[in-house]
């Protein structure tokens, strides 16, 4: 099994989670300092998810993201200066300071985009499922939502689309067991959300969302399933946020979250996981591990530098844009 | 009473009105434990209790579907929808359903629901968090539409509101929850449709309300400085429409600017202005003039979202223009 994936990929995947983290840490910092305007929602904690979904993704392969977002655009190749820069409002950012956190978009990179909406994002997956077959290639699409979006009419409405016309989409639920402040337990009646995959005739799975490795196997299955004509999967990724739902939540979300609950999750660090694991396959050494962190940092640091060396846009490009 | 902050204005409203009635019920989004996300609903799902304080999933548009069976069904319902840009999740809810079926139905039905909803820019909330909506819904037959600017007329136009066996629009300005004023114990009123004047003035008329009222006022403090008298009309209700208090005060300055936050182009500006050039022509020594938000959506970046967003500057720039013609 452990061996199915090769060591660079085992260390890539590593180095991303990481880089995921110190983007975040550094991005809240930045927002405390008033350097980050409106709200970010950091997804520390879910880094599991993000790169092991987008880790058996190709370049060319779409995304269709969610306002807790930034860690499925570092996974899927995004550039962090750029990204840095559209989080500081700057000219330079991905979307030229327009969009902000909850809207990076890097078309290049096959992101199409993050939503401040919940659960409207799905039925955009499934357009770029539908191009996908008219034109014919392989590609295929991860669209990522929340728990919180399932019960938006978008999920129902675009699941049974995507299993109809059997289209190249997986559905990957980042299921961090709140939608704000309430419980999954009190917004869903049945047990798994992966068990509403039946009502629309397509695979579903509840996996631990902070094992980076299952995660990506039962990714890798369903890519393959989507780029052979077999249609959707719906794959429930349970997870945790240690942070809040966004920067302005009381004590890290500790007004819906009990203490003991909060420290639990936190043990089940998927980072930390991945870092035993690492060792005790022998694939990381303390020497690789010390180039990983200080290659990361540098390229953190750069990011922030070159946001902040940025120029704002100016007045009048906001008018701009607005139509081709 | 000492000074109150919008938000305990409003939640001290739905408080009364819940204990009075116990067939008053909220609907909406961590509404419950979490007392929304402004905090207008703390403690009330504990005082309360989980049936009249429902917690519900991200599903605006059975939270406006289910309101609505429930007001007709004899539940004065209080739903809210977190921003004002997630009712269109719920448009089909408001504009076929909502608004219609009293009409539709010969008028056999009455509709006792207010869906309070939060709008507005000046945070960097982004393109999908930030916007003035209000016209949309104006647009609507059947639906009122209610922006109170202090805390003060928020109470009163939320119990109007909440009385009105109609479907009201009660829309909240983002930056206004902090604000303080004074706001006295006792029950009182603020029927739907009646304006007010916030600030007496011979030379021009501006009309505004919710936010831009803030602005506006302090844009004719500037202005008086420069030795420019200004009146200033606050809406408080976009509809009933109180075109009575706009044209008494236009026939008196003879001149006329309408602020608000929603994009200009087919804005309540647009509306208001045709309105004071039917009834009072013969009383304009100037076109009637607008300021509003660039037709653009909101952008994230503070220089963009500052260029977008008419502020006090823009408002005198306005009053200005309106001045200067003869
Ligand atoms: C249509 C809509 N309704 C409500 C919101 C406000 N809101 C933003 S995120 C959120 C919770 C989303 O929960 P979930 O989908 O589980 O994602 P998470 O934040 O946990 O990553 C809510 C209620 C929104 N942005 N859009
Ligand atoms: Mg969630």
């Known amino acids: 099994m452990v061996h199915s994936i090769d060591p660079t990929l085992h260390l890539k995947m590593y180095e991303q989670m990481i ?24 997804c520390i904690g879910q880094e599991a998810v993000s790169v092991g979904v987008c880790s058996p993704l190709r370049r060319e ?13 570092i996974a899927k190749g995004a550039d962090l200066k750029r990204m840095m820069a559209e989080l500081l409002g700057k000219s330079t950012g991905y979307c030229k300071g327009k969009g902000g956190s909850m809207h990076i978009a890097d078309f290049e990179g096959g992101n199409l ?16 499922g539908i191009s996908i077959q008219i034109r014919g290639t392989d590609q295929v699409v991860a669209c990522f939502f929340g728990d919180g979006a399932v019960n938006q009419g978008t999920f129902h409405e675009s699941l049974n689309m995507a299993a109809i016309w059997k289209l190249p989409v997986i559905f990957v639920c980042e299921n961090n067991q709140y939608a704000l402040s309430t419980p999954i337990r009190e917004a869903i009646s049945v047990s798994r959300i992966s068990d509403r995959a039946l009502a629309y005739g397509i ?23 989507a780029r052979t004509g077999k ?60 180039g990983i962190l200080a290659k990361v940092k540098t390229s953190i640091e750069e990011a922030v530098q070159f946001a902040m060396e940025s120029p704002f846009p100016l ?10 | 009473m000492p000074e109150v902050s919008f938000v305990e204005s409003l939640r001290m409203t739905l408080r009364e009105e819940m204990q009075k009635d116990p067939l008053v019920m909220l609907i909406g989004e961590d509404i419950g434990r979490y007392g929304g996300i402004f905090g207008v609903t703390k403690g009330l799902l504990e005082e309360f209790g989980p049936y009249r304080v429902r917690n519900t999933p991200i599903s605006e548009s059975a939270i406006i579907g289910s309101a609505l069976g429930a007001a007709m069904t004899g539940i004065r319902t209080i739903a809210e929808i977190m921003y004002i840009d997630f009712t269109t999740c719920a448009m089909d809810q408001i504009v076929n359903q909502v608004a219609k079926i009293r009409y539709m139905s010969g008028g056999k039905m009455k509709i006792p629901l207010v869906i309070r909803t939060q709008c507005g820019g000046g945070r960097g909330n982004a393109a999908q968090h930030s916007q003035s909506l209000e016209a949309l819904f104006f647009h609507i037959p059947g639906l009122k539409v209610v922006m109170p600017s202090t805390p003060y007329d928020a109470r009163g136009l939320l119990k109007a509101s909440i009385h009105d066996d109609n479907p009201v629009i009660f829309i909240e300005h983002k930056l206004l929850y902090a604000t303080k004023g004074y706001v006295p114990e006792e029950e009182y009123i603020i ?11 011979r030379e021009v008329t501006i009309i505004t309300f919710s936010y831009m009222v803030w602005k506006t006022l302090r844009a004719a403090q500037q202005l008086e400085k420069e030795g420019v008298d200004v009146e200033v009309v606050d809406l408080r209700t976009l509809y009933p429409l109180d075109l009575e208090t ?62 977008v967003i008419p502020d006090e500057e823009d408002i005198i720039q306005g009053v200005k223009r309106v001045l200067s013609r003869n």
Request: overall charge negative; proline content about 5%; charged content about 30%.
């Open chain 2, 246 to 307: 706009i044209l008494q005060s236009v026939r008196k300055t003879n001149r006329a600017l309408i602020v608000h936050e929603g994009c200009r182009r087919n804005g309540i500006g647009a509306e208001i202005a045709c309105r004071i050039q039917e009834e009072a022509f013969d009383y304009l020594d100037a076109p009637v003039e607008r300021v509003a938000a660039m037709d653009v959506p909101i952008p994230y970046s503070e220089p963009l979202e500052k260029a």
């Open chain 1, 61 to 73: 392969d779409y995304m269709v993201n969610t306002h807790r977002g930034h860690g499925n655009c």
């Open chain 1, 203 to 225: 695979p579903g799975m509840t996996i631990d969302g902070n094992d980076v490795i299952e995660v990506y196997k039962q990714m890798k299955e369903a890519v393959e399933r």
């Open chain 1, 113 to 128: 985009g993050a939503n401040g909406i919940v659960g409207a994002g799905l039925p955009i997956a499934v357009g770029a």
């Open chain 1, 231 to 290: 249609g959707p999967t719906l794959l429930d990724c349970v997870t945790y946020r240690f942070f809040g739902h966004f920067t302005g939540d009381p004590g890290r979300g500790i007004t819906y979250r009990s203490r003991e609950e909060m420290e639990e999750w936190m043990g089940r660090c998927p980072i930390k996981r991945f870092r035993e694991y690492l060792f005790r396959e022998k694939i990381l050494t303390e020497e690789t591990e010390k």
């Open chain 1, 315 to 324: 007045p009048e490009e906001a008018t701009q844009d607005l139509f081709y």
């Open chain 1, 19 to 42: 880089t995921i983290r110190s983007f975040e840490e550094r991005a809240i910092e930045l927002f405390e300092h008033n350097l980050i305007r409106g709200n970010i929602h950091p």
């Open chain 2, 191 to 201: 029927p739907l449709g009646q304006a007010e004047i916030k600030k007496k003035g």
